[in-house]
């Protein structure tokens, strides 16, 4: 059956860096795209990145543009969020969640979620 | 501001049929599929429905539709484990995002 599980969260300063990876199974990375949603404490749910299925097409929220960075390994069935330049407004719950489109462009819901890592930035 | 607009909260009893609703426009629901999500005690999402489709595992009670720029998820036959928060989200076309609604709080009396 189809697992993401997240890692990587922690505590960062502000103006830091940090990479949260999603180790996914039960599918191959390379025949859907996947997602990065975030939720901040005690708010709703906020898309940040788009990775398309063929791993060159990139949406990013404009929120995160320019600071984050959506990449894959194939060969290790893991996505990852590089996070730099980060600020107190992005303390928040990462999700990584699975296209439900089989080779969709990021216009389909999410099918599956993680569990979640939470990133805090604080001084 | 959410793209897509749901109300904030729904209540109702053991057994009974709730509707829960997500406008938008013809940019993103009117043009694409929805997905609803039901995060219980601000656990991770769950995907409960996909357009109208029920994702395996999920109850037939919850069923999906939509007319014109307005999604609905219903819940025939309120249980207690569905109380929670539920989310939709679909494509936004102008936006060039994933959309999000801001959530209903559904509580089962």
């Known amino acids: 059956q189809v697992q993401l599980v997240e890692s990587g969260g922690g505590v960062v300063q502000p103006g830091g860096s940090l990479r949260l990876s999603c180790e996914a199974s039960?599918?191959?990375?390379?025949?859907?795209?996947m997602y990065w949603v975030r939720q901040a404490p005690g708010k709703g749910l906020e898309w940040m990145t788009f990775l398309h299925y063929g791993g060159s097409n990139k949406h990013y929220a404009d929120s995160v543009k320019g600071r984050f960075t959506v990449s894959r390994d194939i060969s290790k069935n893991t996505l990852y969020l590089q996070m730099n330049s980060l600020r107190p407004e992005d303390t928040a719950v990462y999700y990584c969640?699975?296209?439900?489109?089989?080779?969709?462009?990021?216009?389909?819901?999410?099918?599956?979620w993680g569990q979640g890592t939470l990133v805090t930035v604080s001084s | 501001q959410s793209a897509l607009t749901q109300e904030a909260s729904v209540s109702g009893t053991v057994g009974q049929k709730v509707t829960l609703s997500c406008t938008g426009n013809i940019n993103n629901i009117g043009s694409y599929v929805v997905g609803w999500y039901q995060q219980i005690s601000h656990g991770a999402p769950k995907t409960v429905m996909f357009?109208?489709s029920l994702p395996s595992g999920i109850p037939d009670r919850f069923s999906g539709s939509k007319s014109g720029t307005t999604a609905s998820l219903t819940i025939s036959g309120l249980q207690p484990e569905d109380e929670g928060d539920y989310y939709c989200s679909t494509w936004d076309y102008s936006l060039r995002a994933q959309v999000f609604g801001g959530g209903t709080k559904l509580t089962v009396l």
């Open positions: 039960g599918f191959i990375l390379s025949s859907y795209g």
């Open positions: 357009g109208n």
């Open positions: 969640a699975k296209d439900g489109d089989y080779h969709g462009s990021g216009t389909y819901p999410v099918d599956y």
